[in-house]
């Protein structure tokens, strides 16, 4: 597609259940971020795909958090058993190579939890 | 460690005021630097960028220099508009992996 895709746009569940966001990116890049906007808090680093592999996954705030990437494409960030906590907007970026280029980030996906 | 420093805002002046918006970075190597923008209602889009000490990174009518000596990238811009009200964050790129942001900072211009 012609830029970063996102989906839901907006999730609203209850504390305890599982959610699945989607990150369609630029098609030829092969790097892919995934970044937490939270209020006062800036972009919090969450994980870092290049290809399929993920070599930083440093940010990931618990083991509640997973995220994988297929054909190198597509990424889906995994949360499970929800809090209140992780309310926030999730953004994902793309880059052809890597961080030291131009990033095209999505609009994000609004998680609101219950 | 690597890390971002921005002031904190809001920033509040009006339009034509000069701007500045302070960042300081700590970092191991040297990264590239970067401010990006994020417009009411849209996602985050680069400004501008520079790769190495003294270079200076231009975009509309924006500029901010790689200072090695200070560890700063200021973002500044002559006289702003009220199309510029947003929020910027500072970046910076550490080896092999993802941007690390400042925490950004909110400006707000009247007319």
């Known amino acids: 597609g012609a830029g970063v895709s996102q989906s839901p746009s907006n999730k609203v569940t209850e504390k305890g259940k599982d959610v699945e966001l989607r990150c369609d990116p630029i098609s030829g890049h092969t790097a892919l971020y995934w970044y937490r906007q939270s209020l006062g808090q800036g972009l919090e680093f969450l994980i870092y795909?290049?290809?399929?592999?993920?070599?930083?996954k440093s940010g990931l705030p618990s083991d509640r958090f997973s995220a994988e990437r297929t054909g190198g494409s597509v990424s889906t960030l995994t949360i499970q058993r929800t809090q209140q906590e992780d309310s926030a907007v999730y953004l994902c970026?793309?880059?052809?190579?890597?961080?030291?280029?131009?990033?095209?980030f999505g609009s994000g996906t609004q998680l609101s939890v219950l | 460690g690597n890390s971002v420093t921005q002031m904190e805002g809001p920033v509040t002046l009006s339009e034509e005021a000069f701007l500045t918006i302070n960042c300081t970075y700590t970092?191991?190597?040297?990264?590239?630097l970067f401010w990006y923008v994020q417009y009411p209602g849209e996602g985050l889009q680069l400004l501008l960028k520079?790769?190495?000490?003294?270079d200076k990174g231009s975009n509309k009518g924006f500029e901010a220099t790689y200072r090695k000596e200070t560890t700063s990238f200021h973002l500044e811009k002559g006289s702003v508009q009220v199309s510029d009200s947003a929020v910027y964050f500072c970046?910076?790129?550490?080896?092999?992996?993802?941007?690390?942001f400042g925490k950004g900072t909110t400006l707000s211009v009247s007319s």
């Open positions: 795909f290049q290809g399929n592999s993920a070599p930083d």
């Open positions: 970092a191991t190597g040297y990264p590239s």
């Open positions: 520079a790769t190495k000490a003294d």
């Open positions: 970046a910076l790129s550490p080896l092999r992996t993802a941007l690390i």
């Open positions: 970026a793309s880059s052809q190579q890597g961080s030291n280029e131009k990033l095209f």
